[in-house]
């Protein structure tokens, strides 16, 4: 898989641009601001459909312009493809494959497997847990579609069930029945979520191991676990123990991901 060309019309730093590649190491070289890592942040686009830096799509259109358009051609097997992005402000985000464009955006994801390293990669050790789950599931979803389906299944679940609780507050009432419709398909979802990234770690904790000891030498050992509240309970038996808190909370609910 080779990127081979990429154009880019208005997105953040750049008027316009055009740009080809070879077929092996492709490096940029530039002074600060120049915009060097907008350019891999094009190429994030390519693949996920997003920024790796903001997910507010309209924030990414140069100053005071009305829309920005990227483009790449992709060698995969000898075919060249054509993926197309174009956002205009006040409207809905364009993604086409080969002119194409597509019902929805999950259906790209995994098309052009990509890994984005950055400064930012140190979040992962000295941020929250919100981040390293963040870091799997864009893993996981670009070669497992059922995973990205669940993911993308149990977040919807998740702002019906924070609406509802919203709703809860507002009104001061709690109907424990409407919520329990909510919570039984977020366990359906999330319980095959836990079990999927249980799953990847186990292949996953080796590879890192080996890896670390040939970068410290065999000088230090490290070890990787999977720690989350529904490890050695039932989802349900989790959502249950927070349904007092739902009760009470003075405000929505905000988890975002099966912890």
Same mark, same amino acid.
């Given at each position: 898989?080779?990127?081979?060309?990429?154009?880019?019309?208005?997105?953040?730093?750049?008027?316009?641009?055009?740009?080809?590649?070879?077929?092996?190491?492709?490096?940029?070289?530039?002074?600060?601001?120049?915009?060097?890592?907008?350019?891999?942040?094009?190429?994030?686009?390519?693949?996920?459909?997003?920024?790796?830096?903001?997910?507010?799509?309209?924030?990414?259109?140069?100053?005071?312009?009305?829309?920005?358009?990227?483009?790449?051609?992709?060698?995969?097997?000898?075919?060249?493809?054509?993926?197309?992005?174009?956002?205009?402000?006040?409207?809905?985000?364009?993604?086409?494959?080969? *002119?194409?464009?597509?019902?929805? /955006?999950? $259906?790209? =994801?995994? #098309?052009?497997?990509?890994?984005?390293?950055?400064? !930012?990669?140190?979040?992962?050790?000295?941020?929250?847990?919100?981040?390293?789950?963040?870091?799997?599931?864009?893993?996981?979803?670009?070669?497992?579609?059922?995973?990205?389906?669940?993911?993308?299944?149990?977040?919807?679940?998740?702002?019906?069930?924070?609406?509802?609780?919203?709703?809860?507050?507002?009104?001061?009432?709690?109907?424990?029945?409407?919520?329990?419709?909510?919570?039984?398909?977020?366990?359906?979802?999330?319980?095959?979520?836990? *079990?999927?990234?249980?799953?990847? /770690?186990? $292949?996953? =904790?080796? #590879?890192?191991?080996?890896?670390?000891?040939?970068? !410290?030498?065999?000088?230090?050992?490290?070890?990787?676990?999977?720690?989350?509240?529904?490890?050695?309970?039932?989802?349900?038996?989790?959502?249950?123990?927070?349904?007092?808190?739902?009760?009470?909370?003075?405000?929505?609910?905000?988890?975002?991901?099966?912890?």
């Amino acid at each position: 898989m080779i990127l081979e060309k990429l154009s880019l019309i208005n997105f953040k730093n750049y008027d316009e641009a055009q740009l080809e590649f070879c077929s092996k190491f492709n490096c940029f070289v530039g002074n600060n601001g120049m915009g060097k890592t907008n350019l891999l942040d094009a190429i994030h686009y390519v693949s996920f459909c997003k920024s790796f830096f903001n997910a507010i799509d309209s924030q990414n259109i140069k100053h005071d312009l009305p829309f920005f358009v990227i483009q790449a051609w992709i060698n995969k097997n000898g075919d060249t493809h054509e993926i197309y992005c174009g956002v205009k402000r006040g409207a809905k985000k364009q993604f086409k494959h080969n *002119k194409k464009e597509y019902e929805r /955006l999950s $259906e790209h =994801i995994g #098309l052009y497997p990509l890994v984005m390293i950055s400064p !930012s990669d140190i979040e992962l050790i000295w941020d929250g847990s919100e981040v390293r789950r963040k870091f799997m599931d864009s893993i996981i979803s670009q070669y497992d579609k059922v995973y990205l389906e669940k993911l993308i299944a149990y977040n919807h679940v998740l702002q019906q069930r924070n609406a509802l609780l919203k709703q809860f507050y507002e009104s001061r009432t709690f109907d424990n029945m409407s919520l329990e419709i909510w919570d039984d398909q977020l366990i359906i979802h999330g319980e095959e979520i836990i *079990k999927i990234r249980t799953h990847f /770690l186990q $292949e996953f =904790i080796p #590879l890192f191991t080996k890896n670390y000891q040939f970068i !410290s030498g065999s000088n230090e050992n490290v070890s990787l676990e999977y720690e989350s509240s529904i490890k050695d309970l039932s989802y349900k038996t989790v959502l249950t123990a927070s349904l007092a808190r739902d009760r009470a909370c003075s405000s929505y609910n905000r988890r975002s991901t099966p912890r």
